[in-house]
């Protein structure tokens, strides 16, 4: 983490270098901001031929272990992936599958590792279903309760915010197992009694589902270990916080862009309004806020997983991600002027990107509220 | 050739054990916390002393051609006796101008006879250097200064005056940008920039009092004031592009400085360490939610920093917007400085309002003091607003203010 002079080092592989370059180039052919348009329009939950390409690319299989038909390599390498996609609002199910496996990989049994992981390598998608109607962030707090009756298990309670859930052939459900946490992974088959409604979301790139899993069972054997099934959560979300930071200064970087566009060629009182530091120094602000973010996202992945260390870094690089990006957007809406309030404008498309990243898995103040209470507490 | 790890791990471990058997004890009087701040002779001789013995143990310049003093080493190792002195929280080395702009200024564009008559007297402090750039009426716009300097035959005659010069009271040498040409088609086009001595008649340095009450920069008076035409650096009406190559050395845009730090920043675990002393309710204030929330961003910002440089030093983690973070690290660095003191003070609660000589003062007034030279960093070099002009339009491409 530091070296000889005590100086942080953030560890950056060759792997992720060439899947940075590979990434970069993918999402500016295959995500011009017009197809983030189109997709909100779109009936199907996804674009199958993108999806497809992806799939070829190897990247669901990006931190798998090579025995499960992945390529083994970590997190760290994902966030050079989603980073790029993130900067073109790119909407794919590649997060939330990657953080099914993930909990997979932590608590699966043998028999689930090697039944769904090589699926996953191979395109099948994966959703989550962790939050619950009363909002809360904390994954603990569950009321979605999985009742044993014989050997299977009897779920009751909703889930909200389970993105591409109809596409999915796979769904991760936390609930309350004899007051203890516990996941349970559902087929498509087990979700068939399962009333899965769709949802009104803010960021349009996401289709968003709510699902009513009374009357749904499972074999118990569908249960991740349960003594695993804390660690599994805690991955998800450190996982979590990494991608969506990963995603969110990917969209910063977006958003500047569009409003120094916008600066360059908009002129007022026969000058370019990019010349007036009213709007020139908030733009850098932006940037200086995107710069630290990413220092931190990069510091994060590198470390991904070192007990103290590695949470602590996932947190502060989502904060501050969370923050640049909300920033970015909202000045971006308000410096198109009156464009800026129309649905044309592409500002607001990054505005509502940044509320969903910043709903998912804790805010800005939440996990600093995290941060303090890992680090202030302890008496140095 | 450059030297392996192991020598470099015993090369490192030689400046630790140097810097801590060598350390100056506490002198007993408040040092300044940059060069911009020296305000007494004590405070002066004191860091002139360290510099000194810093460039005789062989810490400094390493880098620097041996033929005119330097160490004729590699890079890598100065950086690392740099970082050790910052580590240690050593005195800074004070003759930072000489050290860090105007050395390796003339290093890349000074004739022989200049770096044989001036480098070896940057680095160990026997040449105090000052800069001669901001004028009363001339500060951000630069460019418009108009310090005269008339040729006359070869001599050049300076009239006017420059201000804000820090280390002026001290310095043997200054360099200076100086108007050569009332009839040039723009403003820039009649600069020219000289080496000047400041030991001539002609020249008058008065010192300024600055907002703690303690004396720092000064302003420096020209009248009639002769130099020789070899005093020169650069082509005459090329002044402009020398004082841009000496800002770019100035902000750590470009390498080749001779090394050492020139400011003793302030860290967030001593203001974390506030926290846990300072009262709120009864209680001790790092109890305090809001505080805590200040806190953690605190933390964040100052490993921002640190993290931007490690990110920096990875092409392809900077390949999207080049330039960006070293053009920043200044603003960033400053704004950031000044920020962390400002909270140092409302952590005192009630006390905040002593002052240095109170004996109630938490740590000195220490705190209060470095709030207000805190804005030397925010305003010198270029402030805060004209570096958002800077990065708006090099790094984002946007047009002039
Ligand atoms: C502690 C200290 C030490 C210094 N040491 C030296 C030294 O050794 N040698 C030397 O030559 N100089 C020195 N300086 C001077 C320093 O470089 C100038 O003070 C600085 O460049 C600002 O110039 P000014 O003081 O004339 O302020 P002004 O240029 O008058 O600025 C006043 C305010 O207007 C803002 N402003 C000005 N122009 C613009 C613009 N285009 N856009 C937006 N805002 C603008 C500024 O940001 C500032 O807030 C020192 C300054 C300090 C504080």
Same mark, same amino acid.
């Given at each position: 983490?530091?070296?000889?002079?005590?100086?942080?080092?953030?560890?950056?592989?060759?792997?992720?270098?060439?899947?940075?370059?590979?990434?970069?180039?993918?999402?500016?052919?295959?995500?011009?901001?017009?197809?983030?348009?189109?997709?909100?329009?779109?009936?199907?939950?996804?674009?199958?031929?993108?999806?497809?390409?992806?799939?070829?690319?190897?990247?669901?299989?990006?931190?798998?272990?090579?025995?499960?038909?992945?390529?083994?390599?970590?997190?760290?390498?994902?966030?050079?992936?989603?980073?790029?996609?993130?900067?073109?609002? @790119?909407?794919?199910? %590649? *997060? #939330?599958?990657? =953080?099914?496996?993930?909990?997979? !990989? +932590?608590?699966?049994?043998? /028999?689930?590792?090697?039944?769904?992981?090589?699926?996953?390598?191979?395109?099948?998608?994966?959703?989550?279903?962790?939050?619950?109607?009363?909002?809360?962030?904390?994954?603990?707090?569950?009321?979605?309760?999985?009742?044993?009756?014989?050997?299977?298990?009897?779920?009751?309670?909703?889930?909200?915010?389970?993105?591409?859930?109809?596409? @999915?052939?796979?769904? %991760? *459900? #936390?609930?309350? =197992?004899?007051?203890?946490?516990? !996941? +349970?992974?559902?087929?498509? /088959?087990?979700?068939?009694?399962?009333?899965?409604?769709?949802?009104?979301?803010?960021?349009?790139?996401?289709?968003?589902?709510?699902?009513?899993?009374?009357?749904?069972?499972?074999?118990?054997?569908?249960?991740?270990?349960?003594?695993?099934?804390?660690?599994?959560?805690?991955?998800?979300?450190?996982?979590?916080?990494?991608?969506?930071? @990963?995603?969110?200064?990917?969209?910063?970087?977006?958003?500047?862009?569009?409003?120094?566009?916008?600066?360059?060629?908009?002129?007022?009182?026969?000058?370019?309004?990019?010349?007036?530091?009213?709007?020139?120094?908030?733009?850098?602000?932006?940037?200086?806020?995107?710069?630290?973010?990413?220092?931190?996202?990069?510091?994060?992945?590198?470390?991904?997983?070192?007990?103290?260390?590695?949470?602590?870094?996932?947190?502060?690089?989502?904060?501050?991600?969370?923050? @640049?990006?909300?920033?970015?957007?909202?000045?971006?809406?308000?410096?198109?002027?009156?464009?800026?309030?129309?649905?044309?404008?592409?500002?607001?498309?990054?505005?509502?990107?940044?509320?969903?990243?910043?709903?998912?898995?804790?805010?800005?103040?939440?996990?600093?509220?995290?941060?303090?209470?890992?680090?202030?507490?302890?008496?140095? | 050739?450059?030297?392996?790890?192991?020598?470099?791990?015993?090369?490192?471990?030689?400046?630790?054990?140097?810097?801590?058997?060598?350390?100056?004890?506490?002198?007993?009087?408040?040092?300044?916390?940059?060069?911009?701040?020296?305000?007494?002779?004590?405070?002066?001789?004191?860091?002139?002393?360290?510099?000194?013995?810093?460039?005789?143990?062989?810490?400094?310049?390493?880098?620097?051609?041996?033929?005119?003093?330097?160490?004729?080493?590699?890079?890598?190792?100065?950086?690392?006796?740099?970082?050790?002195?910052?580590?240690?929280?050593?005195?800074?080395?004070?003759?930072?101008?000489?050290?860090?702009?105007?050395?390796?200024?003339?290093?890349?564009?000074?004739?022989?006879?200049?770096?044989?008559?001036?480098?070896?007297?940057?680095?160990?402090?026997?040449?105090?250097?000052?800069?001669?750039?901001?004028?009363?009426?001339?500060?951000?716009?630069?460019?418009?200064?108009?310090?005269?300097?008339?040729?006359?035959?070869?001599?050049?005659?300076?009239?006017?005056?420059?201000?804000?010069?820090?280390?002026?009271?001290?310095?043997?040498?200054?360099?200076?940008?100086?108007?050569?040409?009332?009839?040039?088609?723009?403003?820039?086009?009649?600069?020219?920039?000289?080496?000047?001595?400041?030991?001539?008649?002609?020249?008058?340095?008065?010192?300024?009092?600055?907002?703690?009450?303690?004396?720092?920069?000064?302003?420096?008076?020209?009248?009639?004031?002769?130099?020789?035409?070899?005093?020169?650096?650069?082509?005459?009406?090329?002044?402009?592009?020398?004082?841009?190559?000496?800002?770019?050395?100035?902000?750590?845009?470009?390498?080749?400085?001779?090394?050492?730090?020139?400011?003793?920043?302030?860290?967030?675990?001593?203001?974390?360490?506030?926290?846990?002393?300072?009262?709120?309710?009864?209680?001790?204030?790092?109890?305090?939610?809001?505080?805590?929330?200040?806190?953690?961003?605190?933390?964040?910002?100052?490993?921002?920093?640190?993290?931007?440089?490690?990110?920096?030093?990875?092409?392809?983690?900077?390949?999207?917007?080049?330039?960006?973070?070293?053009?920043?690290?200044?603003?960033?660095?400053?704004?950031?400085?000044?920020?962390?003191?400002?909270?140092?003070?409302?952590?005192?609660?009630?006390?905040?309002?002593?002052?240095?000589?109170?004996?109630?003062?938490?740590?000195?007034?220490?705190?209060?003091?470095?709030?207000?030279?805190?804005?030397?960093?925010?305003?010198?070099?270029?402030?805060?607003?004209?570096?958002?002009?800077?990065?708006?339009?090099?790094?984002?491409?946007?047009?002039?203010?």
């Amino acid at each position: 983490m530091w070296d000889a002079d005590q100086r942080p080092v953030i560890k950056f592989s060759d792997e992720q270098e060439q899947l940075l370059g590979v990434a970069t180039n993918f999402a500016r052919d295959k995500f011009p901001l017009d197809r983030a348009r189109k997709r909100i329009a779109a009936s199907e939950d996804l674009d199958r031929s993108v999806w497809e390409e992806m799939v070829s690319l190897g990247w669901l299989g990006i931190a798998i272990p090579e025995e499960f038909g992945g390529s083994g390599l970590g997190l760290a390498e994902v966030v050079t992936v989603v980073e790029p996609l993130g900067r073109h609002l @790119a909407g794919t199910p %590649l *997060v #939330s599958t990657t =953080l099914v496996a993930q909990a997979i !990989l +932590v608590a699966g049994t043998p /028999a689930q590792k090697g039944v769904w992981l090589p699926k996953i390598c191979q395109g099948a998608i994966a959703a989550l279903a962790l939050v619950e109607p009363h909002g809360d962030w904390n994954l603990k707090h569950l009321t979605v309760q999985a009742r044993p009756e014989g050997d299977r298990l009897v779920l009751s309670g909703i889930k909200t915010f389970v993105t591409d859930a109809l596409s @999915a052939e796979l769904v %991760l *459900v #936390s609930v309350a =197992l004899a007051n203890a946490q516990a !996941l +349970v992974l559902l087929d498509k /088959a087990a979700l068939g009694a399962a009333v899965i409604e769709r949802e009104v979301v803010i960021d349009e790139t996401r289709r968003s589902y709510r699902i009513k899993f009374d009357g749904v069972s499972v074999a118990t054997t569908n249960l991740l270990q349960p003594s695993l099934s804390a660690a599994a959560l805690k991955q998800i979300d450190e996982a979590a916080c990494l991608l969506l930071s @990963a995603e969110m200064c990917g969209g910063a970087s977006g958003v500047i862009d569009t409003v120094v566009d916008y600066l360059k060629t908009r002129k007022q009182f026969g000058r370019l309004i990019g010349s007036y530091q009213a709007l020139k120094h908030p733009v850098v602000d932006a940037l200086l806020m995107l710069d630290a973010a990413r220092s931190h996202l990069y510091y994060a992945a590198g470390i991904f997983g070192d007990p103290i260390e590695g949470e602590l870094a996932v947190r502060m690089a989502k904060a501050l991600a969370g923050d @640049a990006l909300t920033f970015a957007s909202d000045r971006a809406i308000q410096f198109h002027g009156g464009f800026g309030f129309t649905y044309d404008c592409d500002a607001q498309l990054y505005r509502r990107r940044a509320i969903w990243c910043e709903a998912q898995h804790g805010d800005a103040a939440h996990q600093r509220r995290k941060l303090a209470d890992m680090m202030l507490d302890l008496q140095t | 050739m450059s030297p392996d790890k192991q020598d470099l791990d015993a090369f490192r471990r030689e400046v630790r054990a140097w810097f801590e058997k060598n350390r100056p004890a506490d002198p007993g009087f408040l040092l300044p916390q940059s060069f911009m701040e020296v305000g007494t002779d004590e405070q002066f001789y004191f860091l002139r002393d360290w510099q000194r013995k810093v460039y005789d143990a062989g810490y400094l310049g390493m880098a620097w051609p041996k033929e005119y003093g330097g160490g004729g080493k590699s890079q890598t190792l100065q950086d690392i006796a740099t970082r050790e002195m910052v580590r240690q929280k050593v005195p800074f080395m004070t003759n930072t101008i000489g050290l860090n702009w105007a050395g390796p200024l003339i290093l890349n564009m000074g004739s022989e006879d200049q770096k044989n008559a001036y480098i070896k007297g940057i680095l160990n402090a026997e040449d105090i250097w000052c800069q001669g750039f901001s004028e009363p009426d001339n500060g951000s716009d630069l460019g418009n200064a108009q310090l005269r300097a008339e040729p006359d035959g070869k001599e050049f005659v300076l009239n006017g005056s420059k201000i804000w010069t820090s280390l002026g009271k001290h310095a043997k040498y200054m360099i200076l940008l100086a108007r050569t040409n009332l009839a040039a088609t723009n403003k820039y086009e009649g600069l020219s920039f000289f080496l000047i001595p400041m030991k001539i008649a002609g020249i008058d340095v008065v010192p300024i009092r600055k907002l703690t009450g303690e004396f720092g920069f000064n302003q420096t008076f020209f009248a009639d004031a002769r130099i020789s035409e070899s005093c020169l650096i650069g082509q005459e009406g090329g002044g402009w592009q020398v004082a841009m190559a000496t800002l770019a050395f100035e902000r750590g845009a470009v390498g080749g400085q001779a090394g050492g730090h020139s400011m003793m920043s302030k860290e967030v675990s001593e203001v974390v360490r506030l926290a846990r002393a300072a009262q709120r309710n009864g209680h001790p204030a790092i109890e305090d939610p809001v505080i805590r929330d200040r806190l953690v961003q605190l933390i964040m910002e100052e490993r921002s920093l640190a993290l931007n440089s490690a990110r920096a030093r990875i092409k392809p983690l900077v390949a999207e917007r080049p330039g960006s973070i070293d053009m920043s690290s200044k603003l960033a660095g400053s704004e950031y400085q000044r920020r962390l003191n400002q909270f140092a003070l409302s952590l005192q609660g009630a006390n905040a309002a002593y002052y240095v000589g109170d004996k109630n003062a938490y740590e000195r007034g220490q705190w209060q003091r470095s709030y207000f030279n805190s804005f030397s960093a925010t305003i010198g070099g270029g402030t805060s607003e004209i570096q958002h002009n800077i990065i708006g339009e090099r790094v984002l491409g946007l047009p002039k203010s």
